[in-house]
């Protein structure tokens, strides 16, 4: 089968990139993303990774960790090279990360730069390590954190660190694709009028399909109600830097946001950044976050991933038109789902839910089973037959994230798509569960202790049906995307428990936290 997508070099207006303008706030259309002006100069370096590069360049006779010294005949040079090698040093060098005005301290007064921030922390354990450091800080500020309930499972652990209530704010739920989405600035509002107490309110924007919330109208919320905004913006990370991008979260209000940089603005896998906005909260936050962050933070932290934070932040303020190549690209591809008209696009029904403004155009969410194929047996024929990775994969769907700055081969990828079985036969266990029909999301059980006082207190293992009606002390979550199902202190359904199973007998299916890979023996609060 030959299907070709390059001609469509300059797409028209699509529901992806310029997605049901009708219904978009106000407060949206008027933080659109201007045009890129040209970066200062201090952006078209990169100080941290130069300096790396110039030590590593130095006759070192290395006595120091780490220990496999650089030596071009260990079995790590051989592997991966001995330039990897060569730059990976340890923290605290002298002209590197050490003493005053470091090219350290540089880099991250160009990321802060560039993202709009105050000030810009590197991370190397992830936008998990972020949103721990969020979570940790918030009891300086109340005893109860509002929060959105399809978080990822890391601020989940992080009111497990933290100690602190919380209250549940329930995103839109798209009962046909069984994924969830975000929230509405009137139901944040409606938490808070029953939560004296709060300390802050924490929301995901974009979602792992792309859905892109009212940031601004989210934030007027919190603030009228004497409260930052935390914005789990880790799907997000490349926002703001081409004008067919949404704008980010920092621009639109919030006061503190994670940024998972790894996964679509180029750096390397595990790295990320916490930005603090300039606003009424960052005198109070600033220090506490500065602390926490060094509870977190490996002392230890990897030169390598540093390095790539600072370089993957130069190309997106530097090669604006690269990034526009990749919205081209994944526009490409929607527009050639579209025309052939096997699969559906998921972006195109996000007009219907009203936490919904905008959709992030480099993720391509595609409805597999409207072409006769579910999700998960679409991602594992894709993966085995055609040597095509896509992100993650539901019931439903699939989906696909172009990285800013990449230009895959979008006619490789819609050929292998197109060429998948339909309608599928097979004996996988997915599509055996398939035939009962579709998977949905489960609804949370009901909350009888906090995520820390369940997860500290005495537990057993008890078999997963007489878990059912007891309180979890693990969090629960398929994985990707990571969302917990079950929460610690929460009430373990039959629903959930049926979820659960389900998604770990199906095609590359996982659960985050489960004791065994069938989720067939659950931890209870005794």
Same mark, same amino acid.
């Given at each position: 089968?030959?299907?070709?997508?390059?001609?469509?070099r300059?797409?028209?207006? =699509?529901?992806?990139s310029?997605p049901f303008?009708?219904?978009?706030?106000?407060?949206?259309?008027?933080? /659109?993303?201007?045009?890129? @002006?040209?970066p200062?100069?201090?952006? +078209?370096?990169a100080?941290?990774?130069?300096?790396?590069?110039?030590?590593?360049?130095?006759d070192?006779?290395?006595?120091?960790?780490?220990?496999?010294?650089?030596a071009?005949?260990?079995?790590l040079?051989?592997?991966?090279?001995?330039?990897?090698t060569?730059?990976?040093?340890p923290?605290?060098?002298?002209?590197i990360?050490l003493?005053?005005?470091?090219?350290l301290?540089?880099a991250?007064a160009?990321a802060?730069?560039?993202?709009?921030?105050?000030?810009?922390?590197?991370?190397?354990n992830g936008?998990s390590?972020?949103?721990?450091?969020?979570?940790?800080? /918030? $009891?300086?500020?109340?005893?109860?954190?509002?929060v959105q309930?399809?978080? !990822?499972? @890391?601020v989940?652990?992080?009111?497990?660190?933290s100690?602190?209530?919380?209250v549940f704010?329930? $995103?839109?739920?798209? $009962?046909e694709?069984?994924?969830?989405?975000?929230?509405?600035?009137a139901?944040?509002a409606?938490a808070l009028?029953r939560?004296?107490?709060?300390?802050?309110?924490y929301?995901?924007?974009?979602?792992?399909?792309?859905?892109?919330?009212?940031?601004?109208a989210? &934030?007027?919320?919190? !603030?009228?109600a004497?409260?930052?905004?935390i914005?789990?913006?880790?799907?997000?990370s490349?926002?703001g830097?081409h004008?067919?991008?949404?704008a980010?979260?920092?621009?639109?209000g919030?006061?503190l946001?994670? @940024?998972?940089?790894?996964?679509l &603005?180029?750096?390397? %896998?595990q790295?990320a950044?916490?930005h603090l906005?300039e606003?009424?909260?960052?005198d109070?936050?600033?220090?506490l976050?500065?602390?926490?962050?060094r509870?977190?933070?490996? =002392?230890?932290a990897?030169?390598? +991933?540093?390095?790539?934070?600072?370089?993957?932040?130069?190309n997106?303020?530097t090669?604006?038109?690269a %990034?526009g190549?990749?919205?081209?690209?994944?526009?490409?591809?929607?527009?050639?789902?579209r025309?052939?008209g096997?699969f559906?696009v998921?972006?195109?029904?996000?007009?219907?839910f $009203?936490?919904?403004?905008?959709?992030d155009? +480099?993720?391509? /969410?595609?409805d597999?089973r409207?072409?006769?194929i %579910?999700?998960?047996? &679409?991602?594992r024929?894709l993966f085995?037959?055609?040597?095509?990775?896509?992100?993650v994969?539901?019931d439903?769907a699939?989906?696909?994230?172009?990285g800013?700055g990449s230009?895959?081969d =979008?006619?490789?990828f819609?050929?292998?798509?197109?060429?998948?079985?339909s309608?599928?036969?097979?004996d996988?266990?997915d599509?055996?569960d398939?035939?009962g029909?579709m998977?949905?999301?489960?609804?949370?059980?009901a909350?009888?202790?906090t995520a820390?006082?369940?997860? +500290?207190?005495p537990?057993v293992?008890?078999?997963?049906e007489?878990?059912?009606g007891?309180?979890?002390?693990d969090t629960?979550?398929a994985?990707?995307?990571?969302i917990?199902?079950?929460?610690?202190?929460?009430?373990?359904?039959?629903?959930?428990?049926?979820f659960?199973?389900r998604?770990? &007998?199906?095609p590359n299916?996982?659960?985050?936290?489960?004791?065994d890979?069938?989720v067939t023996?659950?931890?209870?609060v /005794?």
């Open positions: 089968m030959n299907i070709r997508t390059t001609e469509h300059t797409p028209s207006p =699509t529901p992806s310029a303008p009708a219904s978009v706030p106000a407060s949206v259309l008027a933080a /659109a993303v201007p045009a890129p @002006s040209r200062g100069v201090g952006q +078209l370096r100080p941290y990774a130069e300096a790396v590069l110039g030590h590593a360049g130095r070192w006779l290395r006595l120091n960790v780490p220990g496999h010294a650089a071009p005949g260990s079995d040079a051989a592997f991966f090279g001995p330039r990897i060569a730059l990976d040093f923290p605290l060098l002298d002209g990360d003493g005053r005005d470091t090219p301290d540089g991250l160009l802060a730069e560039a993202w709009g921030a105050r000030r810009t922390w590197f991370l190397t936008a390590q972020g949103n721990q450091i969020a979570s940790m800080v /918030a $009891p300086a500020l109340g005893r109860t954190l509002v309930r399809s978080v !990822h499972s @890391s989940i652990d992080g009111l497990v660190l100690g602190m209530d919380a704010v329930q $995103p839109s739920v798209d $009962p694709q069984g994924i969830a989405h975000g929230v509405t600035a139901d944040v409606a009028e939560t004296p107490d709060a300390a802050a309110v929301v995901v924007s974009p979602s792992y399909f792309g859905a892109v919330a009212d940031v601004r989210v &934030a007027d919320a919190a !603030h009228a004497g409260v930052p905004l914005v789990d913006e880790a799907w997000g490349h926002f830097f004008p067919g991008l949404p980010n979260a920092l621009s639109l919030a006061d946001v994670t @940024s998972s940089t790894h996964k &603005a180029g750096s390397l %896998t790295s950044m916490l906005a606003g009424p909260f960052a109070l936050l600033e220090p976050v500065d602390r926490a962050f509870l977190v933070q490996s =002392t230890s990897s030169a390598l +991933l540093t390095a790539s934070l600072d370089l993957a932040r130069r997106l303020v090669d604006a038109d %990034t190549s990749s919205v081209e690209a994944a526009d490409r591809v929607r527009g050639a789902v025309a052939l096997r559906t998921v972006s195109d029904g996000f007009h219907a $009203p936490d919904i403004v905008r959709a155009p +480099l993720r391509i /969410a595609i597999t409207a072409g006769g %579910t999700g998960h047996e &679409a991602r024929r085995r037959d055609h040597q095509v990775m896509v992100e994969a539901t439903a699939i989906v696909a994230v172009i800013a230009v895959p =979008t006619d490789r819609v050929e292998a798509l197109h060429t998948l079985p309608p599928l036969t097979t996988s266990a599509s055996a398939s035939a029909g998977l949905r999301l489960p609804a949370p059980g909350t009888k202790l820390r006082g369940a997860f +500290l207190s537990a293992v008890v078999a997963a007489e878990a059912v007891r309180i979890s002390a629960l979550a994985y990707p995307p990571g917990p199902n079950v929460l610690p202190g929460e009430v373990i359904t039959a629903e959930a428990v049926r659960l199973q998604t770990a &007998a199906a299916g996982h659960v985050r936290g489960a004791l890979p069938g023996r659950l931890r209870v /005794a």
